[in-house]
């Protein structure tokens, strides 16, 4: 099977745009999770989506939304964007009861 | 936030030795899972070992848990140089769903030849 993919791999964007970040997951996997991982704070939950709900959200602002597509393809929106948002967004996958969550390679943004 | 802590945050060993990596958390758990992570790539799974669970292996891994200290350790043997990494810990909630992984801020591995 394919891993998950993420896409772009790569984006720079300014202060006060946003940007929509792109995941597949594992075929059949139905559960998606976005992380985002910065040198100051680490890696930290920012929402899980199964069956096109969120079912898990962690503690980020109302800038950062997400939603889920019936194949499962998740997508997640960062309004106006700010400096502090510039970090290595990962999303992983997991069939939707198992512990094990499968990562992808990352989508690096970066805030001017 | 972070709930873990890793220690040491960074460690240098010749190829052949081993690591071991400590991981302390503050919460109640279902279970614990080690990471791996290349250069700023994606996270690769390593072991979970649940909270019943004190002892688990695979392959050159070692993972313990100790839920009254709330701390876990990850043993690698014989490294290799490609097991230079990054290796986080990261703990699964007793409630609600496996997926809302809480991560520890992690361990540099250097391995040189």
């Known amino acids: 099977k394919a891993g998950v993919t993420q896409t772009p791999r790569y984006l720079i964007k300014t202060r006060g745009q946003q940007v929509t970040l792109s995941c597949s997951p594992i075929?059949?996997?139905?559960?998606v999770s976005w992380y985002q991982q910065t040198p100051g704070q680490g890696l930290q939950f920012l929402f899980e989506?199964?069956?096109?709900?969120?079912?898990n959200k962690g503690n980020f602002p109302g800038r950062f939304s997400g939603r889920q597509f019936s194949n499962s393809r998740s997508e997640m929106n960062v309004s106006t964007l700010e400096l502090g948002d510039s970090a290595l967004y990962l999303c992983a996958s997991n069939p939707g009861q198992a512990d094990t969550q499968y990562f992808g390679p990352g989508t690096r943004l970066t805030v001017l | 936030s972070q709930q873990g802590e890793e220690d040491p945050q960074a460690l240098s060993i010749q190829e052949g030795e081993n690591a071991t990596m400590n991981c302390s958390y503050k919460?109640?758990?279902?279970?614990l899972q080690w990471y791996r992570q290349n250069s700023g790539r994606g996270l690769v799974h390593l072991i979970l070992?649940?909270?019943?669970?004190r002892e688990k292996h695979s392959g050159r891994l070692r993972v313990t848990l100790d839920t009254s200290k709330k701390s876990s350790s990850l043993l690698i043997t014989a490294s290799r140089a490609a097991d230079t990494a990054s290796y986080f810990c990261?703990?699964?909630?007793?409630?609600?769903?496996?997926?809302?992984?809480?991560f520890g801020t992690g361990t540099r591995l250097q391995v040189t030849l």
């Open positions: 990261a703990t699964a909630p007793n409630t609600g769903t496996a997926s809302k992984l809480t």
């Open positions: 989506y199964f069956s096109e709900t969120q079912r």
């Open positions: 075929s059949g996997h139905r559960s």
């Open positions: 070992i649940r909270s019943n669970e």
């Open positions: 919460t109640s758990i279902n279970n």
